[in-house]
């Protein structure tokens, strides 16, 4: 890494770690600002456990360079970091209380303070009142609001979070979002990863799109979704014929996989038309040709029309993108 940026909390370069069985990533590249939230974003086995558990200092980069807060991640400036693991591990007989005390005295808290702070944040998440209750007493979202707590007690400056928001209703979802947003306002930094497009659009200021183990998108939310193409996906059985009425109205044609239909099967196709070429022109130029339509979906230009596209893309796998910064 050439230049460390101080306004950087975390900041991770050509990261590459390989399992024995020769999966893991190849090339990541993060940076988190200070002050901000970064969603963290792949298909299941784009390699985001594995980032972050390197991030953490659990697994060793095999190459590229981590840095924390301006400078190399060592042992101090990692006491510095919250980190909410993709595996729960709180113990079942394990009071809420005691548990965030022990976590936040782990990394250096004096035992007063740890409590104090244990109980502060039980408030702030409604469970006041319940600090002795036992974990396996609480309801599933609120043991892992207890597990995120766990996280945020000692005071960190960025949250590294594993898919916070997996299993929990849309209420705990909006309320640990809250949280995030609180945390961020205080000048703290947030790594989270998440398959939840929705809430990466609503709570992010940038967002990293993972594919293959590779970073192919780096940069804020309305950038990515500025990439998302214009155009419709279309499910057909005659992939000839979607093929010459895409041609016909300038459009270019993506394969995205194969579907079961009423009569058999048939292909999905992503179709991205010129700007001044609109759906309802392709769906005319499909008709003109009697191409059998199953599906015809206009693709919105969002973060999650510009993931699929990012993902998708024949080259995602190969080339490091030169969107990503
Ligand atoms: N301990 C391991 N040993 C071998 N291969 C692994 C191991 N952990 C993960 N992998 C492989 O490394 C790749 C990246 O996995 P990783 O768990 O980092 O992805 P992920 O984006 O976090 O996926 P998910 O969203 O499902 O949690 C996958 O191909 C996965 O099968």
Redesign the pocket.
């Known amino acids: 890494m050439q230049q460390t940026s101080p306004h950087l909390a975390l900041e991770v370069r050509g990261l590459a770690h390989r399992?024995?069985?020769g999966?893991?990533?190849t090339e990541v590249s993060i940076g988190v600002p200070r002050g901000s939230i970064t969603g963290f974003i792949?298909?299941?086995?784009?390699?985001?456990?594995?980032?972050?558990?390197c991030v953490l200092g659990l697994l060793s980069p095999h190459a590229g360079e981590i840095r924390l807060f301006g400078g190399p991640a060592d042992a101090a400036r990692r006491r510095r970091v919250g980190f909410l693991p993709?595996e729960r591990g709180l113990f079942a007989r394990d009071r809420a209380r005691d548990v965030i005390a022990f976590n936040a005295r782990l990394k250096g808290m004096e035992r007063k303070a740890a409590l104090a702070a244990a109980d502060r944040l039980l408030g702030r998440i409604g469970l006041g009142g319940r600090e002795r209750a036992r974990i396996e007493t609480l309801s599933k979202g609120n043991a892992q609001r207890v597990q995120l707590l766990c996280a945020l007690a000692h005071g960190p400056e960025l949250l590294v979070l594993?898919?916070p928001l997996s299993g929990l209703d849309p209420i705990a979802q909006s309320e640990i979002l809250s949280l995030f947003a609180e945390f961020r306002a205080g000048g703290g930094a947030i790594l989270f990863?998440t398959?939840s497009m929705a809430a990466a659009e609503a709570i992010c200021d940038r967002v990293v799109i993972?594919s293959n183990?590779r970073t192919v998108f780096e940069g804020a939310v309305a950038e990515a979704a500025a990439l998302a193409p214009h155009g419709a996906i279309v499910v057909t059985d005659d992939d000839a014929g979607l093929i010459a009425a895409a041609d016909a109205v300038g459009g270019r044609t993506l394969p995205l996989g194969r579907t079961t239909v009423r009569l058999g099967a048939a292909t999905r196709w992503q179709v991205a038309l010129p700007q001044d070429v609109t759906p309802p022109v392709l769906m005319r130029a499909l008709s003109e040709r009697s191409v059998p339509i199953f599906a015809f979906e206009p693709i919105r230009q969002d973060l999650e029309g510009a993931f699929w596209s990012l993902t998708r893309a024949p080259d995602a796998a190969r080339a490091p993108d030169r969107r990503a910064a």
Do not use: C, I, Q, W
């Open positions: 399992y024995s069985g999966r893991g990533v792949g298909v299941n086995g784009a390699g985001k456990s594995t980032t972050l558990r993709e594993d898919e990863s398959h993972l183990g």
